[in-house]
């Protein structure tokens, strides 16, 4: 029994921690605008659902940059 009562425990804290996680990230989109206007193109959505799930990085000084080369077109 004891053991069923400490793993319910760690699961609500991590629930718990998800869910502040992820508001926090909400709160990052709304403060960027990224739910106003009705246009809702893939860039739009890809950036608004990164930014919820790696919003509160920022919060934190985290400021991670990508180096993305992608290819030219050929003519």
Same mark, same amino acid.
Do not use: E, H
């Given at each position: 029994?004891?053991?069923?009562?400490?793993?319910?425990? @760690?699961?609500?804290? #991590?629930?718990? #921690? &998800?869910? $502040?996680? $992820? =508001?926090? /990230? $909400?709160? +990052? *989109?709304?403060?960027?605008?990224?739910?106003? /206007? @009705?246009? +809702?193109?893939? +860039?739009? &959505? %890809?950036?608004? =659902?990164?930014? #919820?799930?790696? %919003?509160? =990085?920022?919060?934190? %000084? *985290?400021?991670?940059? #990508?180096?993305?080369? +992608?290819?030219?077109?050929?003519?």
């Amino acid at each position: 029994m004891r053991t069923r009562r400490a793993s319910t425990s @760690s699961t609500r804290v #991590i629930t718990v #921690i &998800v869910v $502040l996680w $992820l =508001l926090i /990230g $909400l709160a +990052a *989109a709304v403060q960027r605008d990224y739910f106003a /206007g @009705s246009d +809702a193109t893939c +860039a739009k &959505v %890809g950036t608004t =659902l990164v930014t #919820i799930i790696a %919003g509160p =990085l920022n919060y934190i %000084g *985290a400021n991670p940059k #990508i180096d993305c080369q +992608a290819p030219q077109p050929s003519k």
